[in-house]
């Protein structure tokens, strides 16, 4: 079952009440993975579905998963929606508004030809990108892989009208993938134009698996991508790992040129799962540590049990170096998997957390021990803490995206299993 909440945010030092919520979703599996605002007031958003006919959803699927693009007025009641597959399974990941109103939509698939989809793939599984009109539908798609394994997971449209798309790959030269594997998985970063050629596209990694995780474009017709990294100095690596799994953050030029890199991490695992732009020409970048005081961290584990993460959120100044970072979280585990600044230049960050009360977190979890809520937090230009919610059922939600609103509250979004 699909569920989006929505968040009304009454001043900075007060936990903000629920303005809405909705589920959305059939007799089977569906979520949500991105939530885009659209020029109407409105919100656009690409799930994930296994569901037939059923509950919300009126359109028949194709597949074992089909890509279900719902969009929504600003109180959450459906305008329309479409489904998007072949007869295999595809995994939509990201939708956004485009500048003649249609939308880019992209995932990843293991489809061939049939149902709605007009494009074969080159490997087990491949990027599969769609640009519709206002109404959803189709005006062409385009298949990026090779003869391995390519897993998307984002698309925005540049100031060309074009378009840069984010994915790993394990491919090497083969299908329309120009550029060999650096190791076990490459950071794959592809340029569009607006009609979904390749302009160009660069791997980017080491000797070990590099993996993906998030790309925005930046003031100056750049890019921002990041995502986790095992390798040493090999390749375009150009430091080594501080433990298991670091951060690793780069900063492109507008023709995907490396302009500076950064590995940030602890002696044990840490994930980033986001990263962008500040208003101050800064970046901000975020997800999971498992790390002691060690390497790039600073702080302290909350976690009571080996191997449980917190939330490890850090501002970087504009050449990629630390200012500060925060460690949060309680005895069990938390990871921040979406993060968004606000118009004052404070954040909002979100994620799930298994955690009751301890540590940073100050409201109880909903479900039994191990069960995910989700966490969302507002904190102030330099990291602190200043309010947070805790919202779930008795059963698991897993949250996968945040927006800030036109109103200045936030909309978060995922999956629930909860009544």
Not at 18 to 46: E, M, R
Not at 47 to 75: N, R
Not at 136 to 162: N, P, R
Not at 387 to 405: D, K, M, N, P, Y
Request: one cysteine or more.
């Amino acid at each position: 079952m699909v569920c989006a909440g929505f968040f009304a945010i009454e001043s900075k030092a007060q936990a903000p009440a629920i303005d809405w919520q909705a589920s959305y979703g059939g007799t089977w599996y569906d979520f949500v993975t991105n939530i885009s605002p659209t020029t109407d007031g409105g919100y656009i958003l690409s799930a994930t579905s296994s569901s037939d006919i059923s509950g919300e959803k009126t359109v028949a699927s194709y597949g074992s998963e089909d890509y279900w693009i719902i969009k929504i007025d600003a109180f959450g009641t459906i305008e329309w929606q479409k489904a998007y597959g072949g007869s295999g399974s595809d995994v939509a990941i990201h939708v956004e508004q485009t500048a003649d109103g249609g939308y880019i939509i992209g995932g990843y698939s293991s489809s061939g030809i049939g149902g709605n989809k007009t494009v074969s793939t080159y490997g087990s599984n491949d990027c599969w990108i769609i640009k519709t009109n206002a109404s959803g539908t189709i005006e062409w798609q385009k298949t990026l892989g090779g003869t391995g394994y390519e897993i998307f997971y984002a698309v925005h449209q540049t100031s060309d009208g074009g378009y840069i798309v984010g994915a790993d790959s394990e491919s090497g030269f083969s299908g329309n993938k120009t550029e060999a594997s650096l190791g076990g998985k490459d950071y794959w970063i592809v340029k569009l134009d607006a009609v979904g050629n390749i302009s160009w596209q660069n791997a980017i990694g080491g000797s070990g698996s590099d993996l993906f995780a998030d790309i925005n474009i930046t003031s100056d017709g750049g890019f921002i991508i990041g995502g986790n990294s095992t390798s040493g100095i090999t390749g375009d690596k150009t430091e080594n790992s501080n433990g298991g799994n670091d951060f690793w953050v780069l900063k492109l030029s507008s023709t995907g040129n490396i302009q500076w890199q950064n590995t940030i991490g602890g002696s044990s695992d840490d994930a980033l799962y986001y990263c962008f732009e500040t208003g101050d020409g800064g970046y901000f970048i975020g997800g999971s540590s498992a790390s002691e005081i060690s390497g790039d961290k600073t702080e302290p584990q909350f976690g009571d049990i080996i191997g449980m993460p917190d939330m490890w959120v850090m501002k970087l100044n504009n050449s990629g170096l630390i200012e500060w970072q925060n460690t949060i979280g309680g005895n069990r585990g938390d990871v921040a998997y979406a993060g968004a600044e606000k118009s004052d230049g404070t954040f909002v960050i979100a994620g799930n957390s298994s955690t009751g009360i301890n540590g940073d977190k100050t409201e109880p979890a909903f479900g039994a021990a191990g069960i995910t809520d989700y966490w969302a937090l507002h904190l102030d230009e330099t990291g602190n803490i200043l309010w947070q919610r805790t919202l779930g059922g008795e059963a698991s939600e897993v949250l996968f995206c945040v927006v800030i609103t036109p109103d200045g509250g936030c909309m978060l979004g995922g999956a629930s299993w909860s009544g």
